[in-house]
């Protein structure tokens, strides 16, 4: 079974700002079997990234997904006020990491 | 429009059961895996298990095998979880998702979510 670490556990950044998130898995994700979710407080959470770098229908160009094997980067390249959330990889169909906060 | 509304969830004693419902609509329900996933309060996401088109595969995170059984009714577009000999970490929203269709995958829709309580 793949897990997936996330660091930094927590972010704080300023609005403009850039955000670079680490998802690292203890074995290679296969082909690239990796997404991206964001969560907002009290909302379910929405996809942003699948096969490790292609964007979800409707998510901004600021988001960009990178990485393959083990190592795996989501990168916000400016920080919008609704940027600001919690942001959890996943290996498909399968577990999700520990998530990363990203906070003003 | 994809919905996914999820519904079962409540107050239940260590060791009782219950059943999760989810009714999905604005898509061929019969061709997509279909997943749930839990939230604790105040923790991070954890796959509960999924299913694929017909129902003939279907997988488990290791802290429910044998309590819990993922179905899908697809004549009537619904998704279950029955989930039996629940306990105090069992509580959590869960919530019902769209996989891709014919494989497994991401999930591209969620529903709001179903809070499961498990308390005496």
């Known amino acids: 079974e793949i897990v997936l670490t996330q660091s930094p556990g927590t972010l704080s950044l300023s609005p403009g700002e850039r955000a670079t998130l680490s998802c690292r898995a203890s074995?290679?994700?296969?082909?690239?079997?990796l997404a991206w979710y964001q969560q907002k407080p009290g909302q379910a959470p929405r996809l942003l990234i699948y096969?490790?770098?292609s964007r979800a229908t409707g998510i901004p160009d600021r988001f960009s997904g990178s990485g393959s094997g083990t190592d795996f980067t989501l990168t916000i390249s400016r920080l919008e006020p609704e940027d600001f959330a919690v942001y959890y990889c996943?290996?498909?169909?399968?577990?999700f990491g520990g998530g990363t906060k990203v906070e003003i | 429009e994809v919905q996914l509304v999820e519904s079962g969830g409540g107050l239940v004693q260590p060791g009782g059961s219950l059943r999760l419902s989810c009714a999905a609509s604005?898509?061929?329900?019969?061709?997509?895996?279909m997943s749930w996933v839990r939230q604790a309060p105040g923790k991070g996401l954890e796959w509960v298990a999924n299913?694929?088109?017909?129902?003939?595969?279907?997988y488990y995170v290791d802290s429910v095998k044998g309590r819990c059984t993922i179905s899908r009714d697809n004549a009537d577009n619904s998704l279950y979880l029955q989930m039996s000999s629940l306990r105090a970490e069992d509580t959590a929203v869960y919530y019902c998702?769209?996989?891709?269709?014919?494989?497994?995958?991401?999930?591209?829709?969620w529903g709001q979510g179903t809070l499961v309580t498990v308390s005496s």
């Open positions: 998702t769209r996989g891709r269709a014919y494989s497994n995958g991401y999930f591209d829709y």
């Open positions: 604005g898509f061929i329900f019969g061709t997509y895996w």
């Open positions: 299913i694929n088109q017909d129902g003939s595969e279907k």
């Open positions: 074995q290679s994700v296969s082909s690239s079997y």
């Open positions: 096969g490790a770098s």
């Open positions: 996943q290996q498909y169909g399968r577990a």
